[in-house]
């Protein structure tokens, strides 16, 4: 089906060359001469993938129709039209609710540029309600949001196994929503009801992680004053998550294993078993088969863990899903803060897309939850964005001029991507005479994280020249 377009303006050859334009380009053009014309064919059989709007017109102008289109439907998305120089009038547009402008005359590709991306907002928004509307009715997936390949394959996933009471294994990077997924499988499944517990292997000290997990007897050591139940036990008729797993030591992981197979512990201090029953869900941002290669984790736990794995997706690898992610906060952060956000600025955005992401969605929810404190307006730009991000404008405008389109859009933004990022960190080393601890803080990354970029980019060898 094709997009389509409503084209309001009331130059009548302006009108139709646009109208000529858009419908050369494969879309689908109904035209209105006038602001009362337009809002009577939107009352009718709107609402329109795009509307190109002229601010200046003889009674109800641009700005008026934009208002009451907007009251309506506050998803529409409408394109203003404005003379060559009237950059403030199109800033005031934005302001009120417009998602981007373009002006007049025209230039085919920014005109173009301008419809394609809108379009693609508007098919983003189409899929993400479409997402919702179809998991609101069986599945509860909360804060998981993304319409991308990837991210679809994950739903797909965790539908499949929450009919089930398989042990799961979710992997991915810190920050990339596997607490999110672990919950997900608990709430939709026959134990939802049930309590689901959380234990963070790596934040509880190896000395007190098996009390945490088993309870222990009165007495069963030094501080032992009283009778403690473990999580385990709390977790009957539920869920585990064991987060972090790949931390576990190699003897701890031992336990584990036999209430896998066996369905039961004992406290310490105690040799009395106790039966439980408890879906178990663990997660790693390990590669826990190269640490069973390495005999850091028992292969007959990785197996058993591993029934079934989802991976979940680095940001960097799912960009497409930036824009639905930045809806999903914005509201959350307007109800939190008090905030009446309404839009993000082509320019933020693009800068949001560029962005390598190394703490991913966490990262992306901290930086938009600053933008939207600090915002002093309804829309957030790139002065609201921390400064290294920032940083990046420069550089897209410098990388886009490059792009080589021989390969494919995702070739061809990760080749930019990978050398606006080794461009960063070339002038932070620089900054500080290469030393790199100074770098890393500079870059809020870990060292190690910054020598595996600096070898990747070949900046190792420019060390040592």
């Known amino acids: 089906m094709k997009p389509r377009i409503l084209v309001v303006d009331d130059d009548r050859s302006f009108r139709f060359l646009l109208i000529e334009t858009l419908q050369k380009e494969g879309y689908d053009v109904v035209s209105a001469s006038n602001g009362e014309e337009a809002l ?159 234990v963070n292997c790596a934040a509880i000290p190896e000395g007190i992680l098996e009390s945490e997990l088993f309870g222990h007897e009165k007495g069963a050591f030094t501080d032992a004053i009283s009778r403690k139940t473990g999580r385990f036990e709390a977790a009957d008729k539920g869920t585990i998550f064991l987060d972090e797993i790949g931390d576990m030591s190699l003897s701890m992981q031992a336990k584990i294993l036999r209430i896998l197979q066996e369905k039961e512990f004992e406290r310490v201090g105690s040799t009395q078993a106790i039966k439980v029953d408890v879906r178990v869900i663990a997660a790693t941002n390990k590669d826990l088969f190269r640490c069973v290669k390495e005999d850091q984790f028992r292969k007959d736990l990785f197996y058993r863990i591993n029934v079934v794995s989802i991976k979940l997706p680095p940001l960097r690898e799912k960009r497409e899903d930036i824009p639905l992610l930045f809806e999903h906060f914005m509201h959350k952060f307007n109800k939190e803060f008090s905030k009446s956000i309404e839009h993000i600025s082509l320019e933020a955005m693009e800068l949001l897309m560029k962005y390598s992401w190394p703490g991913n969605v966490r990262e992306l929810e901290n930086i938009l939850q600053r933008a939207i404190i600090l915002s002093e307006g309804k829309n957030i730009t790139n002065k609201d964005l921390p400064f290294y991000i920032q940083f990046l404008e420069s550089e897209i405008k410098m990388e886009i001029g490059t792009a080589d389109f021989s390969k494919s859009l995702i070739d061809t933004v990760k080749d930019i991507t990978d050398e606006v990022e080794k461009q960063i960190i070339l002038k932070a080393l620089k900054k500080t005479n290469w030393n790199r601890s100074e770098t890393a803080g500079l870059l809020k990354i870990s060292r190690k994280s910054l020598f595996n970029k600096m070898k990747r980019c070949n900046l190792i060898q420019a060390e040592e020249q």
């Open 40 to 198: 009577d064919i939107y009352a009718s059989v709107g609402p329109f993938n795009v509307i190109t709007l002229d601010v200046k017109m003889p009674g109800i102008d641009g700005f008026e129709v934009l208002s009451r289109i907007k009251e309506t439907n506050p998803k529409q998305l409408i394109v203003i039209i404005t003379a060559y120089g009237a950059q403030k009038i199109a800033i005031e547009a934005i302001k009120k609710g417009a998602y981007d402008y373009f002006t007049k005359p025209f230039e085919i590709d920014e005109l173009r540029l301008v419809i394609s991306r809108a379009l693609e907002c508007n098919r983003l928004n189409c899929e993400n309600r479409k997402l919702k509307e179809e998991l609101g009715k069986n599945f509860k997936f909360k804060e998981m949001i993304g319409s991308s390949g990837k991210m679809m394959e994950v739903f797909e996933i965790i539908k499949k196994v929450t009919s089930t009471d398989i042990t799961v294994l979710v992997q991915g990077e810190s920050g990339t929503g596997k607490e999110l997924a672990a919950r997900a499988i608990h709430y939709n499944s026959s134990r939802c009801k049930g309590p689901f517990i959380k």
